[in-house]
């Protein structure tokens, strides 16, 4: 979902790590609330889902694995898509790659730059069509009206009912219009550059949402093919 203002919850039992991380977010134009430990993070996220988490991995009471397999394998949780990027001091890559293997978005290793856990929130945040808009900004365009604080999409007067994955593609070229992207350029953008599914993939997905938001997918007026290239977004 695109907010006004991306909430994340910093989780770490170190109070100085909290208040640098706060500070840097902040500044970027984020609302952050803080966490020090797996019970706190977990009575958090159930309060009040957040746009995203920065979840440290060594807690005390509930460790960031478990809070990652919690949110991400529990049933009926309505926050168990966020996106979780995991801060770890641990040189070994087991972990990391456990906590991958369970959910997670990304990992930072510690010691970390605060400006480049601003930058991979940013990252996760857009793939995952998370971005921060200009408060009240809709996205108006001749049939197709797109709210991104609403996570809503009207396409020729009707309601179109949108997957994660189909809203982000559509949003990402709703702001780059008439720029063409190729399916590997698209498959960084929505899916992650770690991603190593197949770019058709892509080809599937913009199939599934001209069938929502054409009156004619055959022959599109909003995304269209650039043969031997790629799509473009042309309202």
Same mark, same amino acid.
């Given at each position: 979902?695109?907010?006004?203002?991306?909430?994340?919850?910093?989780?770490?039992?170190?109070?100085?790590?909290?208040?640098?991380?706060?500070?840097y977010l902040e500044?970027?134009?984020?609302?952050?609330?803080?966490? %020090? @430990?797996? !019970?706190? /993070?977990?009575?958090?996220?159930?309060? =009040?889902?957040?746009?995203?988490?920065?979840?440290? &991995?060594?807690?005390?009471?509930?460790?960031?694995?478990?809070?990652t397999r919690h949110?991400?394998?529990?049933?009926?949780?309505?926050?168990?898509?966020?996106?979780?990027?995991?801060?770890?001091?641990?040189?070994?890559?087991?972990?990391?790659?456990?906590?991958?293997?369970?959910? %997670? @978005?990304? !990992?930072? /290793?510690?010691?970390?730059?605060?400006? =480049?856990?601003?930058?991979?929130?940013?990252?996760? &945040?857009?793939?995952?069509?998370?971005?921060?808009?200009?408060?009240?900004?809709?996205?108006?365009?001749?049939?197709?009206?797109?709210?991104?604080?609403?996570?809503?999409?009207?396409?020729?007067?009707?309601?179109?009912?949108?997957?994660?994955?189909?809203?982000?593609?559509?949003?990402?070229?709703?702001?780059?219009?008439?720029?063409?992207?190729?399916?590997?350029?698209?498959?960084?953008?929505?899916?992650?550059?770690?991603?190593?599914?197949?770019?058709?993939?892509?080809?599937?997905?913009?199939?599934?949402?001209?069938?929502?938001?054409?009156?004619?997918?055959?022959?599109?007026?909003?995304?269209?093919?650039?043969?031997?290239?790629?799509?473009?977004?042309?309202?």
């Amino acid at each position: 979902m695109v907010r006004n203002t991306p909430s994340i919850l910093v989780v770490d039992d170190e109070a100085t790590i909290r208040e640098v991380l706060t500070r840097y977010l902040e500044h970027e134009g984020f609302t952050v609330r803080q966490a %020090a @430990d797996g !019970y706190e /993070a977990l009575d958090a996220v159930t309060f =009040e889902p957040p746009d995203l988490i920065l979840l440290d &991995l060594m807690l005390p009471g509930i460790d960031g694995l478990t809070i990652t397999r919690h949110l991400r394998q529990a049933p009926g949780m309505r926050n168990r898509n966020v996106p979780i990027i995991m801060l770890t001091a641990r040189g070994e890559t087991s972990d990391r790659i456990r906590g991958l293997d369970l959910g %997670a @978005d990304d !990992y930072i /290793a510690k010691p970390f730059s605060p400006r =480049e856990v601003v930058s991979r929130v940013n990252a996760v &945040l857009r793939r995952a069509g998370k971005e921060v808009a200009p408060i009240g900004q809709v996205l108006a365009f001749p049939n197709l009206h797109i709210d991104p604080a609403a996570r809503t999409v009207s396409a020729h007067g009707v309601n179109a009912s949108l997957s994660a994955k189909e809203f982000g593609l559509l949003f990402f070229f709703a702001t780059h219009p008439r720029q063409v992207f190729s399916r590997t350029q698209l498959l960084n953008e929505i899916w992650g550059e770690d991603y190593y599914g197949d770019p058709s993939t892509v080809t599937v997905h913009i199939r599934r949402l001209r069938e929502k938001i054409e009156t004619d997918p055959s022959a599109p007026q909003f995304i269209q093919t650039v043969w031997g290239v790629g799509y473009k977004f042309d309202a």
